[in-house]
């Protein structure tokens, strides 16, 4: 494209003047104090989905909270993606807390489901299709499709909740005193409301003996 005609993205790149400049009108020193350190007392766990925007939705402001997303909000031991972001999270910058955030109607939860070949995602949503078969009996209970759908999406939270304790990163940190909590929430896209899943850890007591590397006196 020659020098003379216009961006194909202009328009986001005039957003982000107009942003930015009235962010310097409203507060003249946040850019300048934001680029000397970041400072967040929260990580977020949440999904790739573009509907699921941690800051907008948490009513924060950039620096404020420290962000990992990826398809179906989903953590595994053998990410390393997703462990360099929580290591840096809780070693580095200490946050003390971890909010692992699903949303309803999640389409890699809801591809986790189906009997079909999606092609290379279907790797990753095996990790899904796990709690699926798990809880198969329970969720073939409910009576439509969205609903089976979006208990999962719970469910599907629940266990990385879990598996994010599960880590050394975080028992870790539990064993040498740092204050730290993990939490599961979910989205609701159709209100634009956060719901508390009622499944918080703080401590390694909290976790099965079969998972922790430290026992209660840090041995």
Not at 24 to 46: C, H, M, S, V
Not at 70 to 94: R, S, W
């Amino acid at each position: 494209m020659c020098e003379k005609c216009s961006h194909p993205l202009q328009h986001l790149l005039d957003k982000n003047r107009r942003w930015a400049e009235e962010m310097t009108r409203e507060n003249p020193d946040f850019f300048p104090a934001l680029a000397k350190q970041q400072t967040p007392e929260y990580l977020w766990i949440g999904c790739a989905d573009s509907r699921v925007p941690a800051n907008e939705l948490l009513g924060l402001l950039p620096g404020d909270v420290f962000v990992h997303r990826n398809v179906a909000n989903v953590v595994v031991h053998t990410d390393f993606n997703c462990l360099t972001v929580l290591q840096y999270a809780v070693d580095v910058l200490q946050v003390k807390h971890i909010i692992v955030c699903g949303h309803y109607g999640c389409g890699g939860v809801k591809a986790a489901m189906e009997k079909k070949d999606h092609g290379l995602i279907d790797n990753w949503l095996r990790n899904i299709k796990d709690i699926y078969h798990q809880y198969a009996e329970r969720i073939a209970l409910l009576p439509t499709d969205e609903q089976r759908a979006d208990r999962l999406c719970e469910l599907n939270v629940r266990a990385q909740v879990g598996n994010v304790c599960h880590t050394t990163i975080v028992q870790n940190a539990w064993a040498r005193g740092q204050k730290l909590a993990v939490h599961g929430w979910i989205y609701g896209i159709k209100d634009g409301r956060l719901r508390d899943l009622k499944v918080s850890f703080s401590g390694i007591d909290q976790i099965p003996d079969a998972y922790r590397i430290w026992n209660d006196n840090g041995d």
